[in-house]
């Protein structure tokens, strides 16, 4: 919790009455007591984290708005509550478990099923017989794509040079 207008400090381990608001007369009033586990004092606003909450039925901590003690008195200007089960674990146990059901959707779908395991057993066949090409002829094809794109680019930047030369020598374009 972030503190406002805080007099004083309390240490760890000591107990602070929470105050909240009355919903009849509007002043502040008890509604049960929390132990501080840790308190620090901040320039603008100093924070405390605080633990075993005995608060009366029906408050919950994000309702308290003030904490007051022998010498120590605050409003609670923000409250940030800490998740029961880290983010990462649940982040983890959700993508575990898509892919556990997409394994489940996958066997349901096509290895529960003769056909499918058939045609993916002759698809394998199929993949064997196919001729490869080698390293040298694949580097030798791509050199030639290479070199037929600098030539082509080469060609393309004569034939524009002389489409500008004819425009600028007709007025069409203004060099």
């Not at 909450?53 to 800490?82: K, M």
């Not at 066997?107 to 066949?125: N, R, Y």
């Not at 680019?153 to 002389?162: P, S």
Request: hydrophobic share 50%; proline share 3%; aromatic share 8%.
């Amino acid at each position: 919790m972030s503190l406002e207008n805080a007099d004083g400090t309390v240490a760890a381990g000591e107990t602070l009455t929470g105050l909240r608001e009355s919903e009849t007369t509007g002043e502040l009033v008890e509604v049960g007591t929390v132990q501080v586990k840790a308190f620090m004092p901040g320039e603008f606003a100093p924070k405390v984290t605080l633990e075993n909450p005995a608060l009366n039925e029906g408050v919950v901590p994000s309702d308290l708005q003030a904490l007051r003690a022998e010498g120590f008195d605050a409003g609670i200007s923000s409250v940030l509550t800490i998740p029961v089960v880290d983010q990462l674990y649940l982040q983890g146990g959700a993508a575990g478990l898509v892919l556990l059901v997409g394994a489940v959707l996958i066997f349901v779908f096509i290895g529960s099923k003769p056909s499918s395991c058939e045609f993916l057993i002759a698809t394998d066949g199929e993949m064997k017989k196919v001729n490869w090409s080698t390293r040298r002829e694949v580097l030798g094809s791509t050199w030639v794509v290479i070199a037929a794109s600098f030539l082509i680019a080469g060609m393309l930047y004569l034939v524009d040079m002389a489409f500008q030369t004819f425009f600028v020598a007709i007025n069409v374009l203004q060099r």
